[in-house]
T-cell receptor, first 114, second 111 residues
């Protein structure tokens, strides 16, 4: 295991409520990523971070924000959840070694928005 | 727009068969191509291929990168039921620390 945890692992919430997902790593990797996975779409990048307080948007960033105040933690926030954000969310890390392209994934969070 | 396409999207074979999964890409600045296996949980890393390492092998799995054809194949020989999974292909880009993923191929191995 690459020392990545995600919390919560499962969450059911209602439309319009804010939701925050947490990714925690113990491996001191520089880069952290949030993806969502939906049937037929593979993994789609939401946001990523290349250092503390340094983040950038991915291909499906609308409706999501992120924060990284410590190397080990990367938070994903849905400001006002919608049913289209029902998905499985994966966190990933990379960059501790020279093979920076190799990403290691957390166990995932299944989010259901009713 | 950077794009990675996998085929087939779904494949069902019998145990013992050999399978070939395909991945093609259209990206601005290719750096690497990665294969992942995903069972009922998080994707796990299989191989990374680059211009300096276009062929990788591990047990019954092997992969080749064809930079001329902008594609890669993943071969699995003597398949077992434990090979049933979604196989994901991803491309790493020069100058950008992120991956672009394909849709995945769902492989089912029947006993």
């Amino acid at each position: 295991d690459a020392g990545i945890t995600q919390s919560p692992r499962h969450k059911v919430t209602e439309t319009g409520t804010p939701v925050t997902l947490r990714c925690h790593q113990t491996e001191n990797h520089r880069y952290m990523y949030w993806y969502r996975q939906d049937p037929g779409h593979g993994l789609r990048l939401i946001h990523y971070s290349y250092g503390v307080k340094d983040t950038d948007k991915g291909e499906v960033s609308d409706g999501y924000s992120v924060s990284r105040s410590k190397t080990e933690d990367f938070l994903l926030t849905l400001e006002s959840a919608t049913s289209s954000q029902t998905s499985v969310y994966f966190c990933a890390i990379s960059g501790r070694t020279g093979l920076t392209d190799t990403q290691y994934f957390g166990p995932g969070t299944r989010l259901t928005v009713l | 727009e950077d794009k990675v396409v996998q085929s087939p999207l779904s494949l069902v074979v019998h145990e013992g068969d050999t399978v070939t999964l395909n991945c093609s890409y259209e990206v601005t600045n290719f750096r690497s191509l990665l294969w992942y296996k995903q069972e009922k949980k998080a994707p796990t890393f299989l191989f990374m291929l680059t211009s300096s390492g276009i062929e990788k092998k591990s047990g019954r799995l092997s992969s080749i990168l064809d930079k001329k054809e902008l594609s890669s194949i993943l071969n699995i020989t003597a398949t077992q039921t434990g090979d049933s999974a979604i196989y994901l292909c991803a491309v790493g880009l020069q100058g950008a620390q992120k991956l672009v993923f394909g849709q995945g191929t769902r492989l089912t191995i029947n006993p």
